[in-house]
């Protein structure tokens, strides 16, 4: 196991009805003017925003709001809010919604207090200073809740660049996780969540750090819920239960207590980003994609690890003779459960073309501040890139 110091300064606050206790929480943490930052209108339809902001004014807290954030979110929203913010003396930034609206206030909360270009931080300089910011979820995915993580996209001429920045600075100060805000998830984004939940479980998994023993079984653990869960929100979109075990799982996938230890590879999200930047997919359904193909290229490397997963998560029975065998049934038994919830399994199904593999792996290994390679589980180049679209096809 490696060396490791782990801080989570997030109060995390679960249940039915929180939201209405926004204003006291805001409070305790010293906002006094307060930047509400949402998507594109679930927030609005549902009447949360209405509740927020009574919330809000029941303590004496200001508001200005902002609005529009699109799945995939946008460098020039970001750079509208870091504008509103300084004109309007803003100290305070709650989101309000999903993965997108989180990582564009955490952009914005960055951007406020920094002198250049917040696209800095998405180039790679670390983030150590921003306002205080706090989430009110409304859908079990991007893990964005509790973490100290956010991915923006820019803007720029012949295709997009999708980006990440981190920092403990924009952990959020507080996150409200009330499961019943997330029952109006449409199926598809629910199953695009489920899909991006168990992909940040597999990046920590998949590793070459040995003796990880008890994060190992967290994630199997993890994993399982999840698994027995999603048939029941999918079957049933009011399933309180089942969308509050996603919603606390969602979370505990990707705020780092199962992977702390050890390394990661994350060449599934970077080589999916490209997939979301160009065609603008859910990040759940470009995961789906790529994480299958992802396995079958790399598995050779360390069979064991992938027969572990298929026999103590996906119950798959152990060939001694054959243990590739195994783990090729794991990966068939993980595609077909995605396909059970309506995920797609081929580039062509989000909207891609072949013709475009190119400039993806090219874009992904080489694009501004990437370095030619990736990944730590396998170390994946151009050329490997090339190979997984491929697979994907
Ligand atoms: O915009 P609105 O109208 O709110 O609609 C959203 C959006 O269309 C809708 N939605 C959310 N809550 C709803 C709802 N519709 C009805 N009822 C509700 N309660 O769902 C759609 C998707 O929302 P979005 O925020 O885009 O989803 P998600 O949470 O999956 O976030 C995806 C983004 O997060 C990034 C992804 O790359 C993507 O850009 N990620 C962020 C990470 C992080 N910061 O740690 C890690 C992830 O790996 C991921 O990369
Ligand atoms: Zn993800």
């Not at 709001?65 to 970001?78: A, D, I, M, R, Y």
Request: net charge negative.
């Amino acid at each position: 196991m490696n060396n490791f110091t782990f801080y989570i300064p997030t109060r995390f606050i679960f249940g039915k009805d929180e939201e209405n206790n926004v204003g006291k929480y805001v409070k305790a943490e010293g906002g006094t003017k307060v930047l509400i930052h949402y998507g594109g209108g679930s927030a609005v339809r549902s009447g949360l925003l209405d509740r927020v902001k009574a919330s809000l004014e029941a303590e004496g807290i200001g508001h200005v709001e902002l609005g529009g954030v699109q799945p995939n979110p946008k460098s020039s929203l970001v750079y509208k809010g870091i504008e509103l913010c300084r004109r309007e003396g803003v100290d305070f930034i709650l989101a309000v919604g999903g993965g997108s609206t989180i990582d564009s206030a955490k952009g914005i909360a960055a951007g406020v207090v920094y002198d250049g270009d917040f696209w800095d931080f998405y180039q790679g300089k670390w983030i150590e200073k921003s306002l205080p910011v706090a989430t009110i979820l409304t859908i079990a995915a991007a893990g964005s809740e509790g973490n100290g993580d956010t991915v923006v996209t820019k803007e720029v001429e012949g295709g997009n660049l999708k980006r990440d920045a981190h920092g403990d600075a924009i952990r959020p100060k507080f996150t409200i996780l009330n499961p019943a805000l997330t029952q109006t998830v449409p199926p598809y984004q629910t199953a695009s969540g489920i899909t991006d939940i168990m992909a940040h479980l597999f990046e920590r998994y998949f590793t070459n750090t040995p003796e990880v023993g008890t994060s190992d079984r967290l994630i199997e653990a993890l994993l399982m819920s999840i698994i027995d869960e999603a048939p029941c929100v999918m079957a049933d979109p009011d399933n309180y239960d089942a969308r509050a075990n996603i919603m606390w799982a969602g979370m505990l996938a990707h705020n780092d207590t199962a992977g702390v230890d050890r390394e990661q590879d994350w060449s599934s999200h970077n080589i999916e980003h490209e997939l979301s930047a160009l065609y603008d997919c859910t990040h759940g359904a470009g995961l789906a994609v790529v994480f299958p193909a992802w396995m079958k290229y790399v598995y050779k490397h360390d069979v064991n690890r992938f027969v572990q997963l298929a026999t103590r998560v996906w119950k798959c029975e152990l060939n001694e003779e054959n243990p590739e065998e195994t783990a090729l049934a794991g990966i068939a038994a993980l595609q077909a459960f995605w396909k059970s919830i309506g995920m797609p399994s081929t580039i062509a199904e989000v909207g891609g073309k072949e013709e475009d593999i190119d400039y993806m792996a090219h874009t992904a290994c080489w694009g501004d501040v990437r370095t030619g390679s990736f990944g730590c589980f396998v170390e994946l180049h151009e050329e490997d890139v090339k190979a997984i679209y491929r697979l994907a096809l």
